[in-house]
C-alpha cells in the first residue's frame, strides 16, 4: 500500500506543476489529492497502530493538506494552518521520546539561525512580526524534537524521521525568503519554478513521513 500511495502522491503533485498555470485555482484539488495521499496512509498506519501518536500525525497531515491549499491563495492563513500542524507533529514526537536538554539546545541553534538569516528583513515584516517569531519558534521545536526522537529511535526510521523534518524547514525557509524580498505573496503568476520546487521539497517530507510511519507499525 505505501509504495502505491507515494506513487499516487507523486503523479497528482507532478499534474498540479503541469497544469497550475492553466487550470489556476482549480489545479489546487490535485495538490490537495497528493497530500491526501500522506494523510490516506497515515490514517491506515494509526488504525492498525491504534496509539494516540499515530492520530496525531493524522490530525498533523489532515491540517498540513489543508494549509497545502490555504497557503497558494492566503499566506497567513496558510501559515497558521500549518504551524497548528507543527503543535500536533511536536505532540505526537513528544510521546514517542520526551525532549531532551540536546532538543532545547538544537531548537535555539535553529531559532537563533533563523532570526540571523532573515535579521534585514525582519524590521520590514510590519504586523507580521509577532506570527513569524512565533512560527518560527512552533517550526524550530517541532524540527528539534524530530531529530532528536529519531537520534533515539535509531535506524532507518529514525533517520527518515529527521530528514523529513528538516527537508520542511528548508521549504519554510524558501517561501519565506522569496516572501520577505517581496517575490510574491500569492503563488499564482510566480515564478513556475519556485511553487513547483516548493511543493516537491513538501511532498518528499510527506513521503519520507509516511515510510517512518509504515516502518514503525511493521
Known amino acids: 500500500m505505501e509504495y502505491m500511495t507515494i506513487i499516487a502522491m507523486i503523479l497528482f503533485g507532478i499534474a498540479y506543476g503541469c497544469l497550475r498555470e492553466r487550470a489556476g485555482r482549480r489545479a489546487l484539488a490535485l495538490k490537495a489529492l497528493a497530500t491526501s495521499m500522506a494523510v490516506t496512509a497515515g490514517l491506515y498506519g494509526a488504525v492498525q ?7 496525531l500525525i493524522v490530525a ?6 489543508i494549509a ?20 500536533c507533529f511536536i505532540a505526537a514526537f513528544w510521546l514517542m521520546s ?11 541553534a535553529i531559532y537563533v539561525a533563523a532570526i540571523g538569516m532573515f535579521r534585514h528583513e525582519i524590521a520590514g515584516l510590519g504586523g507580521l512580526k509577532v506570527p ?10 517541532m524540527v528539534s524534537m524530530a531529530v532528536t526522537s529519531g537520534w ?5 526510521e529514525g533517520m527518515l524521521l529527521a530528514a523529513g523534518a528538516c527537508l ?9 525568503w522569496r516572501t520577505v524580498k517581496d517575490i510574491r505573496q500569492n503563488a499564482y503568476g510566480a515564478d513556475p519554478a519556485y511553487p513547483l520546487l516548493r511543493g516537491r521539497i513538501s511532498d518528499w517530507k510527506r513521503i519520507l513521513d509516511l515510510i517512518v510511519d509504515y516502518m514503525q507499525k511493521n
Open 132 to 141: 513569524a517569531f512565533l512560527y518560527m519558534a512552533v517550526l524550530g521545536f
Open 98 to 108: 520526551p525532549p531532551t536538554p540536546g532538543t532545547l539546545l538544537l531548537f535555539l
Open 68 to 87: 497545502d491549499v490555504v497557503l497558494e491563495i492566503r499566506m497567513v492563513g496558510g501559515i497558521g494552518i500549518f504551524g497548528a500542524g507543527h503543535l
Open 60 to 65: 498533523g497531515l489532515v491540517l498540513c493538506m
Open 49 to 55: 497502530s491504534q496509539d494516540t501518536a499515530g492520530w
Open 168 to 176: 520542511f524547514l528548508a521549504s519554510d525557509c524558501m517561501i519565506a
Open 152 to 156: 533515539h529511535m535509531g535506524g532507518s
